[in-house]
């Protein structure tokens, strides 16, 4: 991991702390996309057998969160959240502590089958909340989301406007924490793509209003 | 555009797919005793069938995971989808002319 002070997401350069709060210039609209960056995100790629007990109860042990093993779902406790990603794949995501919880999933898992990765530096996270926020990533994204399908609590790895993305869908469109009264998204995005995915966001979430958040 | 069921994730687009050709091609077990022409064989003949064709694909910007199709090369339908290793399913006849 790169020094704190040396460290720069891959988004600082666009200046969305100086535009958040602001409408687009304009837009007379009600804002109905809230988007953000949320940087310096701790990933931990885990990989492992899921069906060997002891695998899965020492992550259990380690995290406080079971390893999901049902398709395109996530387990969480308290700040840590795991990724089902594959069929022996998973993410640790947390807050900001990737290298401490690879460290701690190391520890727990020491002398077993298994990889524990700290990918933290390899992309940064964009939020999208707000009433058209589905409509909005269903412009670029080939995922069925309706809420039938998916919903709070899932995530899935695809494509969006042909940038690989990690989705996990935060909060269901009725949830207190989908402040602007609609479902709310963190997509994992690569550095190196992260300025077009936001870009390409940002356009397309035009014609429903865009509100920008710092958080 | 085909919906791949992908037996990890389910239902996806084709998009996030990538293609792998022929399934089921074995590497000859013992390489140094084969002819030129069986090497050729191994190495480029395949059937272009009009048909049901047993094929790899990968989802690849999904789970990354290998699996076969069962893809009928006519209609683009899918007959079937199975994981590496799985055996062979049984796959209707075609007698397209």
């Known amino acids: 991991m790169a020094d704190s002070f040396l460290r720069h997401s891959p988004l600082a350069h666009l200046g969305l702390a100086g535009r958040a709060g602001a409408f687009e210039a304009g837009t007379a609209i009600e804002a109905g996309v809230t988007m953000g960056e949320r940087?310096?995100?701790?990933?931990?790629?885990?990989?492992?057998?899921?069906?060997?007990?002891?695998?899965?109860?020492?992550?259990?042990?380690?995290?406080?969160?079971?390893?999901p093993v049902e398709p395109n779902t996530t387990t969480g406790k308290g700040d840590v959240a795991v990724f089902w990603l594959g069929p022996d794949e998973w993410w640790v995501v947390t807050p900001s502590d990737g290298p401490a919880t690879a460290d701690k999933l190391r520890a727990a898992l020491a002398g077993q089958k298994a990889a524990v990765t700290d990918v933290s530096e390899s992309r940064t996270c964009i939020h999208i909340r707000g009433a058209q926020a589905r409509d909005l990533l269903a412009k670029g994204c080939p995922l069925d989301l309706h809420p039938r399908?998916?919903?709070?609590?899932?995530?899935?790895?695809?494509?969006?406007?042909?940038?690989?993305?990690?989705?996990h869908q935060v909060a269901n469109d009725d949830a207190e924490d989908g402040k602007d009264g609609g479902p709310a998204y963190d997509v994992y995005v690569l550095n190196s793509f992260a300025e077009y995915l936001w870009?390409?966001?940002?356009d397309a979430a035009r014609e429903y209003g865009l509100r920008i958040t710092s958080q | 555009m085909l919906l791949i069921p992908c037996p990890y994730?389910?239902?996806?687009d084709e998009t996030e797919f990538s293609y792998g050709g022929e399934a089921h091609i074995e590497r000859p077990k013992e390489p140094d005793k084969l002819s030129d022409a069986e090497w050729a064989d191994y190495v480029f003949m395949r059937p272009n069938s009009k048909g049901v064709l047993l094929e790899r694909w990968v989802h690849s910007h999904g789970c990354r995971r290998w699996f076969n199709v069962a893809?009928?090369?006519?209609?683009?339908?899918?007959?079937?989808?199975?994981?590496?290793?799985?055996?062979?399913?049984?796959?209707?006849?075609?007698?397209?002319?």
């Open chain 1, 39 to 67: 940087p310096y995100r701790g990933l931990v790629n885990l990989r492992g057998p899921a069906g060997d007990k002891a695998f899965a109860d020492a992550v259990q042990k380690a995290l406080g969160a079971a390893l």
């Open chain 1, 149 to 167: 399908v998916f919903a709070a609590g899932q995530c899935a790895q695809s494509l969006c406007a042909k940038a690989m993305i990690t989705l």
């Open chain 1, 199 to 202: 870009l390409w966001l940002e």
């Open chain 2, 9 to 12: 994730c389910g239902e996806r």
């Open chain 2, 71 to 97: 893809r009928d090369t006519l209609t683009y339908k899918i007959h079937a989808v199975y994981k590496m290793g799985e055996k062979r399913p049984r796959v209707p006849k075609t007698d397209y002319v």
